[in-house]
């Protein structure tokens, strides 16, 4: 089994001492798909993951990992993204072609731009003209509403889950103690 990390310039090793500090190894999919779009997010020429080929935790974002269980894994579908490529490996980034596209995406930029400036010199809320109530002036505010929602889902499924499973261990004890009048 390979001890070392798939990706390019990784030198992340399975050890005692990195699991220790808490670093997770994960295998490649065995969906051929998703598999190779892990492969192209390497970017590595030629590379074919074997069925012992793994990856660090140090390449996938914080959101990518399920923790609810005893075991850290990946959730369904997700793909590598957090690399360290040379000049000659990154990706140019594509500009919009339209120009309404270009306008939208300017008045995004300026409207963070504005909203980071109102936050460090005057909090104070923005109205917006449409739905006011339901979402934050600022894309920020809303990514933020957006983490915490999801942080608060994934802390119920856990509680759920750590509920079902005590619910199961009850359930075994009572038959036992009821077996054995």
């Known amino acids: 089994m390979p001890e070392h990390c798939a990706a390019y310039s990784c030198s992340n090793r399975r050890t005692i001492e990195n699991r220790a500090r808490g670093m997770t190894f994960h295998k490649f999919p065995k969906n051929k798909d998703v598999r190779k779009k892990w492969e192209v997010a390497l970017r590595r020429e030629g590379f074919t993951a074997t069925c012992s080929s793994v990856l660090c935790c140090r390449h996938f974002k914080e959101g990518d990992f399920d923790r609810t269980g005893q075991i850290v894994r990946l959730r369904d579908g997700v793909i590598p993204s957090v690399f360290s490529f040379p000049v000659h490996l990154q990706r ?90």
């Open 92 to 181: 140019l980034e594509k500009r919009r072609a339209t120009s309404t596209s270009r306008r939208a995406e300017e008045s995004l930029s300026v409207a963070s731009q504005d909203s980071q400036e109102t936050s460090t010199s005057h909090p104070e809320p923005q109205l917006n003209d449409d739905h006011g109530y339901a979402l934050p002036a600022s894309p920020t505010a809303l990514k933020t509403r957006l983490i915490e929602a999801l942080a608060r889902v994934e802390s119920l499924e856990r509680e759920k889950k750590n509920a079902m499973a005590r619910e199961k261990r009850a359930k075994t004890t009572v038959k036992s103690l009821l077996g054995g009048i």
